[in-house]
């Protein structure tokens, strides 16, 4: 399963792309806002850093004007993902934008027909909200399944991007299903690590190590 980081925070990605922990970066209108940065600025330092896809999002909400959003970003870096809302506009612009060779990653899909649409009309990469389905009493692992499902059916090589991740039972369970990529902030990626037991039995060797009065350095 590849590890996207959902943030515009440089130094979080650069923290964990030093521990190889990163296939690429998912940024959105939200986290440009909160990073306080340049949406420009902010993605080209990023693509420097990280060498995988970068999605980038449009924020036209006609195809015209979001086919030309796309191509202003995607000429920030090669590694540039144009990221595209699930409307009826957004498919066209995936379209024409796959077509010119382009990573399209179709965002804010809540459906399985919607992930349907996404894949014909050429998607580098689906962007299923778990978490917000979650929030409004759905079940968002369902839909990760559901599109699992379908795209095996047919053969499509759109990848299911896991979104929307809050928590690290969302990631294994994502991973359990075969979601191609999950994205998730930096904060869940690293408590992956977590484990009480981890923990405790660590304590307990460090306690024995201690009474044997011994050093490795
Ligand atoms: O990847 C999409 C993500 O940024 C949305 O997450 O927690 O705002 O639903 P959330």
Known sequence: M???VDTAEIDAIAELNDLGMVDGVTTNPSLILKS???ILEVTREICDLVDGPVSAEVVATEAEAMIAEGRRLAGIADNIAVKVPLTWDGLKACKVLSGEGQMVNVTL???VNQALLA???GATFISPFIGRLDDINLDGMELIADIRTVYDNYGFETEILAASIRSVNHVAEAARIGAD???APPA???ALANHPLT???LEAFLADWAKTGQKIL
Do not use: E, L, N, W
């Open 119 to 121: 894949a014909k009309a």
């Open 2 to 4: 590849k590890f996207f």
């Open 109 to 111: 899909c809540f459906s």
């Open 36 to 38: 306080g940065r340049d």
């Open 199 to 201: 923990d405790k039995g």
């Open 181 to 183: 990529v999950m994205t």
């Open 188 to 190: 869940v990626i690293k």
